[in-house]
């Protein structure tokens, strides 16, 4: 009983931890800067949780001790959901900032009080001066066991099979109840379960949690048939469900426009991220005849977009799921005409796809004059933005920059071996030589050296 006290519940603090860091990407995104944050702040609880429990374990009967801990620890498992969601909802858009303070009020409690645990249960079970290292050992390889499998448990079972808020509620209600046959008060499983059917009752601020995203759907007032596809707090995609050729994000225009500026006819392209498929749709649509290959990392989101926002694929239109990274590998070499990146890991490119060495594999899969437009987010000083243009110059002779600078936002670089298709008309286009001078103090990005979260500027 001692080893499984302690196996689950430092099992359920690592469940929380990365359930944790879904609940929070809708309200302040998903970044590196928040992943460490509640990483940090959770370690920060279970280290404080690990001290004060010993303490208390010397001074209060460790049976009726353990039994508060783990109801207690099993109803603020409970309460994170509603905390999170309220607090992150008048923190939305706040940053690190944000992050840590929601994560410091919402998973640190319960971290620190399921943390407590394990010295309870090491105190418990000392008998003999003689065993304590056998104990102390024995215990906390079972906590550190535990720990294992609810991180492998939360990323390949629970994550996949049920809701986030609904795994939340069923990880707490089983400490409660193990409070409860341990002789925890009663009240506790009440004002518990008051908070779990509080939060069932709410439900998710999804219409789809994915293996990935918090993904939403939203209509367009102004546009019957325009739909914006929402991950996180970013809106990533724009959809007019009845015209393929309307494309309504600045982005999407200036790419749209590089492709249209190339020989007319079919193309075979290859899509780096999916999210609401605009682009792909958009050259099905202009260039009859076209063969599409989308690489997008997340199965779930493929079928989001086939049941709201109206995607239909086939030979003419294909998506592999799986990592960019990987997935380019098994194109062709010289069998694409473009390649469109316009992936993201929150509002940065993933850094593995910026690299130079990514780079030479796209220029493997272009075939000779190919394009390649990248879509960036960054903002002034433009730090993202200067070290990928050091990167696309190092591996292409013309490289352009479409940007609404000074303002930020998205900026889309153009590069190929030959001379590249006129930009968009009324929009800012640097030129080779301009782009050179942007990123002349900027170090390309390579695969030991790419801090693509740290450099990228945020708005504010």
């Given amino acids: 009983m001692a080893a499984g006290l302690v196996f689950v519940s430092s099992g359920a603090v690592l469940v929380l931890e990365i359930l944790g860091i879904r609940l929070l990407a809708p309200y302040v995104g998903l970044t590196l800067e928040t992943t460490t944050t509640i990483i940090g702040t959770v370690l920060a609880g279970i280290a404080a949780g690990a001290a004060l429990g010993g303490r208390a374990a010397d001074r209060y009967d460790e049976r009726r001790l353990l039994a508060l801990l783990l109801a207690a620890g099993g109803g603020l498992a409970i309460a994170t959901v ?11 858009g706040g940053g690190d900032a944000a992050a840590f303070l929601v994560t410091l009020l919402a998973l640190f409690p319960p971290a620190a009080v399921l943390s407590a645990v394990t010295p309870t249960v090491v105190r418990l079970e000392l008998s003999d001066l003689g065993t304590t290292g056998s104990v102390v050992g024995r215990l906390s390889a079972w906590a550190t066991a535990g720990g294992l499998v609810g991180t492998f448990a939360t990323g390949f079972v629970i994550v996949p099979l049920l809701p986030t808020d609904v795994a939340v509620v069923v990880v707490g209600g089983t400490l409660v109840a193990i409070g409860i046959a341990l002789g925890a008060a009663l009240r506790l499983a009440a004002g518990a379960l008051a908070v779990a059917a509080v939060t069932l009752a709410a439900g998710p601020p999804c219409d789809a949690e994915t293996g990935y995203h918090c993904a939403r ?8 048939t325009g739909r914006t596809l929402v991950l996180e707090d970013l ?3 724009y959809v007019d469900l009845a015209d393929p050729r309307h494309l309504e994000f600045d982005y999407t225009q200036w790419i749209g426009t590089a492709i249209d500026g190339m020989p007319g006819g079919p193309l075979d392209a290859v899509f780096l991220g999916g999210g609401g498929f605009t682009l792909p749709r958009y050259v099905a649509a202009t260039r009859p005849g076209s063969r599409s290959r989308v690489l997008e990392v997340d199965g779930d989101l493929v079928t989001l977009a086939r049941e709201r926002l109206g995607l239909r694929t086939g030979p003419d239109l294909a998506v592999r799921v799986g990592d ?6 098994q194109e062709g070499a010289a069998s694409a005409d473009v390649v469109v990146g316009d992936a993201f890991g929150g509002r940065a490119v993933p850094w593995h796809l910026a690299t130079a060495e990514f780079v030479e594999e796209i220029r493997r899969v272009l075939r000779p004059g190919g394009l390649y437009a990248l879509n960036v987010i960054d903002y002034p000083p433009l730090s993202l933005v200067r070290a990928e243009a050091a990167t696309l110059l190092e591996a292409f002779g013309e490289v352009a920059l479409v940007t609404h600078e000074p303002a930020g936002g998205n900026f889309v670089f153009l590069a190929s071996d030959e001379p590249l298709p006129p930009g968009p008309e009324g929009e800012r286009v640097l030129d080779r030589g301009q782009v050179a001078r942007l990123a002349a103090d900027a170090d390309p990005l390579r695969d030991d050296d790419a801090p693509a979260d740290q450099l990228l500027t945020r708005r504010g």
């Fill in 82 to 92: 509603p905390l999170v969601r309220g607090l992150g909802e008048a923190l939305r």
């Fill in 217 to 224: 759907v939203i209509a367009d007032p102004g546009r019957e």
């Fill in 235 to 237: 809106p990533h995609s």
């Fill in 324 to 329: 960019a990274r990987m997935t380019l590998r």
